[in-house]
Every structure is written in C-alpha cells, then in structure tokens.
C-alpha cells in the first residue's frame, strides 16, 4: 500500500504546476552488497551500480542508434539458442515440477535436442517503463498508482530500474535492489511536459539497453496502448520485440476510460498491439478494469517470472541465413505424447506454454 507521503505527490501532480527536477543516469561508485547483470563500461545502459569506481576520466559517451535490421541476432560466435519458457495454467497459475524430458522444442517444425536444462526460482530483475504524458489526469493517476503497486511485490534480491516517457524516454533511477530508489524515482513524476506518448521508440530503447542484461528479464510496460509519435514502426517495434531475450508485460491504463466512456476502434487496435507484443516476447498482456484487480495480476507475474524453464539447444539447421526460425515449445510425455496432467482430485488441468516466438539467425 502507498504512504501518506506518496499520495500527496499524487495529488501535487493534479493542482501543483511545478516541473519536475530533470533527471539523468550518473556512475555510481558505491559498492552493492551483491552482484548483478552487467554491461560493458561506457555504454549508457540500464545495469545495477558498478562494484569497482568509475576511471577518473573517460571520453563522452554517445548514444547508440538502433537498426532493427542487423540487431538482436544470435552471436556468431555461438550457435547455441536459449529459449525461456514456462507453462501456466487456465488461470495464469505456474505449473512446477517439470524436467527436462517434459519439454520438446521444434525449429521451424524441426524437433531438436536440448543440451541445457535449468529450473530454479530466481530473483525478478524488471524494468518498469511507465507512459507519462501531458494528457488526461485519469491517464496519469492510473500510471502513477499501477507503477506504486508493482512496489509491493519488490523482494530484497531483486533488480528493478524505472524510465518513463512520453515524448523520448528518461532513465529516473538505473537498476537498484534499494525499494526506496524505486519509490523516489516514481516519486518525481509530478507534471509531465509533452502529449506525445512513442511507445515503440521508448520500447526499443529499454530492449536494447537491457541487452547485454545476463538471465532472466523483463519489461513491465505500463501504458496505454497508444503511439503517437515514434520514428520506429509499429511492425518494426515488433520485430524487436520478437527477437529479444527480455519478456515483456504490459499493464494496460486505457480499460478504467474504456469501462466508463465506452469502446472504440482506437483502443481495440492499442488493446490488440499490447497483447501481440507480449505474445512474440514471452510475456503476457494483462487489462485491468478496476484498481483492485492490481495486486493479483502482479502477483502472478511475480511468480511467472521467478519459476522460468530454461531451455537451450543447437539447431540441427547451421544455415546462417540471417533468417527468422519460428520456435515452437511443448510439454510431452516420455513417449512423446503430449503431456496430461492433473490436479490433486485427479481432474484434469488445461494448461498453455510461454515463450518467444522465435530468433534470428546470423548472418555468415
């Protein structure tokens, strides 16, 4: 739950007209108590505080442009694909005790050999991209108290960055295990400055600084659906988020104006685009109408995203075509068979299998 204290920022942010303080992403020299994902030294990236101070100088560092044509490709160096998955049930539940013969993966409809198996309940390492624009306070309120209640659900070993947007993207605190960083961050969204919301460009601009992230990650995506802006492309954000290792879960602000004021082909086309992007990345798209469905719904990602399969292999296709190879995760039994289980009255339990779409191979 929000403190006083965080309520009355939200309330300044309806009647107070102050701008906000603007922020930027600084080294950090202090040593964390324990280590997390790194990314190379001179890269603006989302990573947790550096172990070892910063050089005492350093050239200036420039931001990196994203082609999604040659980016998010399989290492050359490697062949190995690994493919995050896990399997829920009906209600989004995980379904645990699952081992390595209970999976079979198809490469474009090739089944292959899975040479690396790993299950264990690891800690969250999210970021929470938040749409923050200058338009409807009804927008606004809803970011604001769906970003504080994910907070709740923040354990002592997890990794979580915010950056929020609306016209460009800005990094409000870098990955922290600190709650009270996470909170100071949301904290200082108080008025926002443009009515531009460019989802796709704020999008590929996480993926790719979360990029060189190790593990399992994710994208927490609170926003509207709406893109107003971007220099990328609907299709070509998409392609991004296909081939990225980092799942993404998008928290929809656009049904609590839905339910009131009715539906149009504008929010069907934004409800759409979420869940399709979730679906390509390994994530799930979620549309809460009302604030009290908040805490179940993280609850459960918290949960999807702590209990991963990872699973990897060697493609029996050593093309290196550059092409896109669609994957394709099952559970099965040890004949092959696909895999029935059932709950403890012996009913049967309808489930459904999470992973991303597919990869890129390289190009030779």
């Not at 539940?93 to 690891?122: C, H, M, T, W, Y």
């Not at 923040?154 to 929020?164: L, Q």
């Not at 550059?322 to 040890?334: F, Q, S």
Request: glycine share 6%.
């Amino acid at each position: 739950m929000r403190s006083k204290y965080q309520t009355g920022i939200l309330a300044m942010a309806l009647t107070v007209f102050l701008w906000a303080p603007s922020g930027c992403l600084k080294a950090q020299n202090e040593p964390q108590p324990s280590p997390g994902p790194q990314a190379p030294v001179g890269e603006t990236v989302l990573v947790p505080k550096k172990t070892q101070p910063a050089p005492a100088t350093k050239p200036p560092t420039q931001t990196e442009k994203i082609n999604p044509n040659d980016i998010y490709t399989l290492s050359t160096a490697t062949s190995l694909v690994n493919v995050e998955a896990m399997a829920v049930d009906r209600d989004g539940n995980p379904i645990s005790n699952l081992g390595k013969k209970n999976f079979r993966v198809s490469d474009d409809g090739v089944p292959q050999s899975i040479s690396n198996f790993a299950v264990a309940e690891a800690p969250l390492t999210v970021c929470m991209l938040i749409e923050f624009r200058n338009n409807y306070w009804q927008f606004l309120y809803l970011a604001l108290q769906h970003a504080y209640s994910f907070v709740d659900f923040i354990r002592p070993k997890d990794w979580v960055a915010v950056v929020a947007f609306d016209m460009k993207p800005e990094i409000l605190t870098d990955f922290t295990q600190d709650r009270r960083e996470v909170t100071g961050a949301l904290d200082r969204l108080r008025i926002p400055g443009f009515s531009e919301a460019n989802l796709w460009d704020a999008m590929a601009f996480t993926i790719d600084r979360m990029k060189d992230i190790q593990g399992r990650k994710a994208i927490l995506l609170i926003c509207s659906g709406f893109d107003t802006f971007s220099k990328l492309t609907y299709d070509k954000a998409l392609k991004i988020a296909k081939t990225s290792d980092a799942a993404i879960y998008p928290i929809s602000i656009l049904e609590f104006m839905a339910v009131r004021y009715g539906d149009s082909i504008e929010t069907a086309q934004a409800r759409n685009a979420l869940t399709t992007i979730a679906d390509y990345s390994g994530g799930k798209a979620y549309f809460p109408r009302f604030e009290a469905e908040l805490p179940s719904i993280y609850e459960q990602i918290s949960a999807q995203l702590r209990s991963r399969y990872s699973l990897g292999f060697v493609p029996t296709n050593t093309t290196k075509d550059g092409r896109y190879h669609k994957l394709r995760v099952d559970l099965v039994d040890e004949q092959g068979n696909p895999l029935r289980i059932v709950d403890q009255k012996g009913k049967v339990v309808k489930y459904r299998v999470v992973a991303r779409d597919g990869y890129y191979a390289p190009k030779s």
